[in-house]
């Protein structure tokens, strides 16, 4: 797989109609640009701040309008996985099963899902340095996972702050996997609101262009329609009236990264 990375959808499942409508719109969005396009969205939030908070629709439903999106809209799908007896039916639905950050160091997670012959998409712990990313990769290879892929998504720096360090983008893809920026989640401020995670939406452009420039393999983003009524991650969600002019400015630097050779 050789085209530039897209991967977005929603934070959380909310109703199968949103969800379709979220995934046909970003089909025929990203269609008229050459990049090769994954939905994603999470069947349930295991690591929502406050336990009142909105988690989702629950393994069988929300795998039941994963492969309704996958069947009807005809596209790839990733979901993440939280425990070891999730992965066999998430495996009969998705293309790609992502590790989340908070569990990429789960042996058995990452050993079982690799089993399963699919694509792993390991998003690095806030807590992980670039460097030790490549334990966690071998973990994935073991078994001989088709495709293993890190995910940046910040790096925690200081009391409900993320930053990004991109120098680890070269440093992960020195171990022969792609590498793919999480440029939502990465401008998150966990807990930040009273119970719930804040976000500075503004700075996720900002982002999106310095990774692409580094020469990230594809770029993973939250999307809503009206990010202020989402039920997760709406403050580091994009609209998804801004992202054609994203995805313009994705296209325009590709074409100066491949000129001057800085992807791999």
């Known amino acids: 797989m050789k085209k530039f990375l897209i991967i977005a959808g929603p934070c959380v499942l909310e109703d199968l109609d949103l969800t379709l409508y979220i995934a046909d719109f970003l089909k025929r969005?990203?269609?008229k640009f050459e990049f090769y396009y994954i939905f994603k969205a999470s069947f349930d939030k295991a690591n929502r701040t406050s336990f009142f908070s909105y988690r989702g629709p629950g393994l069988e439903k929300g795998l039941t309008w994963l492969y309704?999106?996958?069947?009807?809209?005809?596209?790839?799908?990733?979901?993440?996985?939280?425990?070891?007896?999730?992965?066999?039916?998430?495996?009969?639905?998705?293309?790609?099963?992502?590790i989340p950050a908070f569990l990429c160091r789960q042996t058995d997670l990452i050993v079982e899902a690799s089993k399963t012959?699919?694509?792993?998409?390991?998003?690095?712990?806030?807590?992980?340095?670039?460097?030790?990313m490549r334990y966690a990769v071998e973990k994935a290879?073991?078994?001989?996972?088709?495709?293993?892929?890190?995910t940046e998504r910040g790096y925690s720096f200081g009391y409900r702050n993320l930053v990004v360090d991109f120098r680890a983008i070269p440093i992960m893809?020195?171990?022969?996997?792609?590498?793919?920026?999480?440029?939502?989640?990465?401008v998150q401020i966990p807990s930040g609101e009273e119970g719930k995670s804040g976000g500075e939406r503004e700075f996720v452009p900002y982002l999106i262009r310095a990774g692409v420039a580094v020469g990230v393999d594809g770029i993973f983003?939250?999307?809503?329609?009206?990010?202020?009524?989402?039920?997760?991650?709406g403050p580091n969600s994009l609209p998804l009236s801004s992202l054609e002019g994203i995805l313009s400015q994705i296209a325009d630097l590709r074409k100066i990264v491949e000129k001057h050779g800085i992807s791999n």
């Open 29 to 31: 969005l990203i269609s």
């Open 221 to 233: 983003m939250e999307v809503h329609p009206e990010p202020e009524k989402a039920l997760c991650d």
């Open 173 to 186: 893809k020195s171990f022969g996997v792609k590498v793919i920026l999480d440029a939502t989640h990465s």
């Open 68 to 98: 309704e999106v996958k069947t009807r809209i005809g596209i790839p799908i990733t979901t993440d996985v939280h425990e070891t007896w999730q992965i066999k039916p998430v495996a009969e639905v998705v293309d790609v099963i992502q």
């Open 141 to 150: 290879k073991v078994f001989n996972s088709s495709e293993v892929w890190i």
């Open 117 to 132: 012959g699919k694509i792993i998409n390991i998003k690095k712990g806030q807590f992980m340095s670039p460097w030790d």
